[in-house]
């Protein structure tokens, strides 16, 4: 999956996989200033023979989602974010 372009339910190209860590994708968007976010694994559906993942969720949610830094994720914020848990 890492390096699959990622795109949104909104058919925008968001960026491409850069990992999977705690349940989560992360994924890189941006050329000069990159920014990662995580979307759970529950909202991507992977298609192999495009080597895309497609995730049920908008452009604007993901880029309004926790970002990972320093590669540290906050699993209760990004769960929170994406209504996986109560705040």
Do not use: W
Not at 18 to 43: C, M, S, W, Y
């Amino acid at each position: 999956m890492e390096n699959y372009e990622v795109v949104t339910s909104d058919e925008h190209k968001l960026g491409h996989v850069v990992g999977v860590e705690d349940g989560n994708l992360i994924v890189e968007q941006g050329h000069l200033r990159k920014t990662r976010h995580a979307i759970p694994l529950t909202f991507a559906h992977t298609d192999e023979s495009e080597q895309v993942v497609r995730v049920s969720v908008s452009k604007p949610i993901v880029e309004e989602s926790p970002k990972v830094e320093n590669g540290t994720l906050d699993e209760k914020a990004i769960a929170e974010h994406y209504g996986l848990a109560e705040g």
